[in-house]
């Protein structure tokens, strides 16, 4: 499997900003893909996930304005994670993860800041 990140940059506070991550390969096997961030000078953890039956979680800290859903194809999944109402301690690296059996593949981050 591998992933393909697009989307994030430069967004004003309370504006929206959309993230896209595409798996290829052996999309199949894929079980989870998600969302980490990694704010300047902390670690990474995980914002939102998506499950390959639909289930999504999300950590406290983005609840109510980050959305995580995604499209499937024989080939590929896609995943879409949605941020509106930014605020400036949106700003952070964010790394696409998918989640096979016995895997974890990352993504290459791409970079979010949020500021007037």
């Known amino acids: 499997v591998q992933v393909v990140e697009s989307g994030g940059g430069l967004a004003q506070p309370g504006g929206s900003l959309n993230l896209s991550c595409t798996a290829s390969g052996t999309v199949f096997s894929i079980r989870a893909m998600g969302w980490y961030r990694q704010p300047p000078g902390k670690q990474r953890w995980l914002a939102a996930v998506i499950h390959s039956d639909g289930y999504t979680d999300y950590v406290d800290a983005v609840k109510g304005w980050f959305t995580i859903s995604k499209d499937s194809s024989q080939d590929t999944m896609t995943v879409l994670l949605q941020m509106h109402n930014l605020k400036p301690e949106v700003t952070a690296v964010y790394y696409c993860?998918?989640?096979?059996?016995?895997?974890?593949?990352w993504g290459q981050g791409t970079q979010v800041t949020v500021s007037s």
């Open positions: 993860m998918a989640d096979s059996p016995h895997t974890r593949v």
